[in-house]
Nanobody
Framework: QVQVVESGGGLVQPGGSLRLSCAASGSISRLLLMGWYRQAPGKERELVAMLTSGGTTTYAESVKGRFAISRDNAKNTVYLQMNSLKPEDTAAYYC???????????????WGQGTQVTVSS
């Protein structure tokens, strides 16, 4: 089993900052990539930021220059630092981890339950 748990969401004023955390645990032999997605009401889930095991990052155009993804390899944890937040960043944020599992062939993708981020004055 692989578990993914997010934390750090909340209510923040426009222009403020939040840091989200996502920890992957369980029968993980190798963490291939971790990423953050978000879904606003009435909209499709979209990629926010992704970080591969090799250190390659990908960002949505709408968050470039404002958000930064980083990781702690020892803890199988990825962080999303969100600065200069805007009302349009309001969404449920989900963490995704793609891993290789111990003694199991193939890759496996696990999702967290999500954490709400609300940007409002």
């Amino acid at each position: 089993q692989v578990q993914v748990v997010e934390s750090g969401g909340g209510l923040v004023q426009p222009g403020g900052s939040l840091r989200l955390s996502c920890a992957a645990s369980g029968s993980i032999s190798r963490l291939l990539l971790m990423g953050w997605y978000r879904q606003a009401p009435g909209k499709e889930r979209e990629l926010v930021a992704m970080l591969t095991s090799g250190g390659t990052t990908t960002y949505a155009e709408s968050v470039k220059g404002r958000f930064a993804i980083s990781r702690d390899n020892a803890k199988n944890t990825v962080y999303l630092q969100m600065n200069s937040l805007k009302p349009e960043d309001t969404a449920a944020y989900y963490c995704n981890a793609v891993v290789m599992r111990t003694n199991v062939m193939g890759n496996f993708a696990a999702w967290g339950q999500g954490t709400q981020v609300t940007v409002s004055s």
